[in-house]
């Protein structure tokens, strides 16, 4: 595991590399949990979704796209049109990325939309936790996709399980 590259200011280093374009490097969609029982644990996940997006461009050398991260400030989840105009876009967005990366130690409803579209563009899927593979793997060729589409990867476990564990991306209480 690397933590040592979430150093003061890491989020910081994030807008900034979210604001940079490099046409060379492959754009990633970053797919974890949102939802939760408790607004701290929707800014946590959002937390983690920022965190995911900063770990996959330091080490992994991707342009990360996380639009949960960032949408639920602007847009409600709890208002249906609100939360269909999220997921809309979440889904464009991810039809202009060349790999989805499957985080975190669950997957909601929101992520098997994306992983049923990403079978559906026949998109490389990079999980990083057994379980969730096995899971993908089930989904991907439940929807017509071909299961060698998804890879399962450890070398990177901060991306298997909530980066709160790992006492990363701070307090949202």
Not at 122 to 145: A, C, E, P, R, W
Request: aromatic share 6%.
């Amino acid at each position: 595991m690397n933590n040592c590259i979430f150093t003061e200011g890491w989020e910081n280093r994030l807008n900034e590399q979210m604001l940079t374009y490099n046409r060379c490097k492959k754009k990633a969609y970053i797919c974890s949990p949102l939802g939760a029982s408790s607004k701290e644990q929707v800014l946590q996940n959002m937390q983690d979704a920022k965190a995911y997006m900063y770990y996959a461009s330091e080490v992994l050398g991707c342009i990360a796209r996380a639009p949960h991260a960032y949408l639920p400030a602007l847009l409600c989840d709890k208002v249906p049109a609100e939360r269909a105009l999220a997921l809309e876009f979440g889904l464009k967005l991810l039809e202009h990325c060349e790999l989805l990366l499957v985080c975190g130690d669950r997957i909601s409803d929101g992520m098997l939309s994306k992983i049923i579209k990403a079978a559906k563009l026949n998109m490389n899927i990079l999980v990083f936790d057994d379980d969730i593979y096995t899971q993908t793997k089930k989904i991907v060729t439940s929807n017509g996709g071909d299961k060698s589409i998804v890879s399962l990867d450890r070398n990177h476990p901060m991306l298997a399980c909530n980066v709160r564990l790992h006492g990363i991306g701070g307090d949202v209480t």
